[in-house]
Nanobody, 119 residues
Framework: VQLQASGGGLVQPGGSLRLSCAAS????????MAWYRQSPGEQRELVAS???????DYVDSVKGRFSIARDTAKTMVHLQMNDLKPEDTAVYYC??????????????WGRGTQVTVSS
């Protein structure tokens, strides 16, 4: 499974960006989709996730500003980011997972797309 992310870039504080990620490959199953981010010197952080069945979840720092949405038919996930702040600057990674049971989770990762929030 290959994940291709797009939509990163440079934006001023208060601006918006929309990240998209598309999966390709043959005969794969997905139970959920997510976006992570990583800043220099920091650990990778889960930003938002959405299971195929269930409700989305967000890290507290982005609640009310970011929105994750899935297009299950097209195996795509989007992250709408509004009111961006300099602390949102990071490389954002698309993630999709398949977990037939909790002990057998298979993660798929995109290469990452840079988001820079600066004036």
């Amino acid at each position: 499974v290959q994940l291709q992310a797009s939509g990163g870039g440079l934006v001023q504080p208060g601006g918006s960006l929309r990240l998209s990620c598309a999966a390709s490959g043959s005969r794969f199953r997905i139970n959920g989709m997510a976006w992570y981010r990583q800043s220099p010197g920091e650990q990778r952080e889960l930003v938002a996730s959405i299971p195929v069945v269930g409700r989305p979840d967000y890290v507290d720092s982005v609640k009310g500003r970011f929105s994750i949405a899935r297009d299950t038919a097209k195996t795509m996930v989007h992250l709408q980011m509004n009111d961006l702040k300099p602390e949102d600057t990071a490389v954002y990674y698309c993630n999709m997972w398949y977990a037939p049971d909790p002990a057998r989770r298979q993660d798929y990762w995109g290469r990452g797309t840079q988001v820079t929030v600066s004036s």
